[in-house]
Each structure stands twice: as structure tokens, then as C-alpha cells.
């Protein structure tokens, strides 16, 4: 994801949402965004919120603790990966499979 369009998604989708939740609960407005550190992260996120939103404090984890707070993240990516990459495989050989019995 780049910075920009994640940058977005958090003014746009995730702040409002936030807020929405915590008026619709009668809870108070406190919220805190702890996030790893990937390039697409904006460290500074938080001078970025609009005063809407300062209820939101945003936490950096430190670097390269992500594996190890969440082990099991990294086997359940990497089988995601390789399941979602074969299946377009499989279907363009299903796809061309039957073409090539048409033709014959």
C-alpha cells in the first residue's frame, strides 16, 4: 500500500468510523491506532489529524517486533500468497484445457 492511499483510508474511512462507533456506544472519545512500522506508515500520522480526531492517538511498535508479537502472521501470509497466486494458474489451465477440446 503506499503512504498516500493509507494516509486516506485513515482520514476517510477509519477516523469517522471510530468516532461514529464510540458516539454510538456512549463511550468516551479515546482511541488509540498502534501500528508496525511499514514504509506506507506516515510516522507522522498523528500531526496530520484534523481536531475532530485528536482523540485518536496513534503508537508505533519498534521496529522488527511484529514477528515476534505475531508469529503465526507470517505462515498464514505466506499460505495466503501461494493459495491466491495458484488459483489464477489453475483457472487459465482449466480455461485453455477446454479450448483445446473445442478445437478438436
Request: hydrophobic share 35%; charged share 25%.
Amino acid at each position: 500500500m503506499k503512504r498516500d492511499l493509507f494516509t486516506d483510508s485513515i482520514h476517510e474511512v477509519f477516523d469517522p468510523s471510530v468516532k461514529y462507533y464510540f458516539l454510538q456506544m456512549n463511550l468516551p472519545l479515546h482511541a488509540m491506532l498502534i501500528m508496525d512500522n511499514p514504509p506506507a506508515h506516515p510516522p507522522d500520522l498523528q500531526d496530520d489529524l484534523t481536531e475532530e480526531f485528536k482523540f485518536i492517538k496513534t503508537q508505533f511498535l519498534s521496529p522488527n517486533t511484529t514477528p515476534l508479537l505475531q508469529p503465526i502472521e507470517q505462515q498464514v501470509i505466506s499460505n495466503f500468497k501461494k493459495l491466491y497466486a495458484k488459483e489464477p494458474f489453475k483457472r487459465c489451465f482449466e480455461v485453455t484445457i477446454v479450448c483445446e477440446r473445442r478445437r478438436t
